[in-house]
């Protein structure tokens, strides 16, 4: 395994953000290369834009869920609740940097989110992806995903479905298994 495999591996890799996390965040969109960065925000933006990003992501309606590489964080999905829908609704966004990418990492992200939505009665995600962002339509297909296009955005539905005993078993076990994880990665760090 080459030092940009990935082990795709969810429990073990991928953990909720939390306020700590941030610089980390910060640090992984900035690392996006031009197109990654473009299709992750729909245009090329800016590194303040970058930071506005992160400094707003600090917020209750909003979940983050990244995945490391060891202790680098090289991909995260976002979860953010749609006030005022109904039925109840979030959108999703990902990033995953580019040397990572083609491994299975959007996917597990993807199962992540999707688990968190309909741990917390979300009936429908949506995402909002460049029509041409093949990568991003096959992840939204693959789940079940409805299509709308308009003006060269594809903004996508995927039926996120009730809470049920195996997405809490998911999200639980995964927390539990990425912060394991975190910490072990950690030690490691200090011991060497």
């Known amino acids: 395994m080459s030092d940009n495999d990935f082990d ?22 900035k690392r996006l290369d031009p197109d990654s960065r473009h299709a992750r925000f729909g245009g090329g933006v800016s590194d ?6 992160v400094d707003s992501s600090l917020r209750m309606d909003t979940l983050l869920f990244g995945a490391f590489d060891k202790s680098k964080l090289i991909g ?18 990902f990033s995953v940097e580019r ?6 990492l959007g996917d597990a992200l993807m199962a992540r989110v999707m688990a968190a939505a309909r741990n917390r009665g979300i009936i429908r995600l949506s ?12 992840l939204a297909h693959k789940h079940h995903a409805e299509f709308v296009t308009n003006d060269g955005e594809t903004e996508v539905w995927i039926p ?16 539990t298994g990425g912060l394991l994880n975190g910490l072990f990665q950690w030690t490691r760090m200090k011991m060497a």
């Open 99 to 104: 040397t990572y990418q083609d491994h299975g």
């Open 48 to 53: 303040q834009y970058i930071d506005t990003h």
């Open 127 to 138: 995402m909002i992806c460049l029509s041409h962002n093949e990568r991003m339509r096959h």
């Open 76 to 93: 995260v999905g976002e979860l953010r609740l749609l006030f005022g829908e109904w039925p109840m609704a979030a959108e999703a966004a």
């Open 160 to 175: 996120s479905g009730s809470a049920i005993a195996s997405t809490i078993i998911e999200e639980t076990f995964g927390e």
């Open 8 to 29: 795709p591996n969810p429990s073990s890799t991928i953990r909720r953000l939390w306020p700590t996390d941030m610089d980390a965040y910060r640090a992984h969109l």
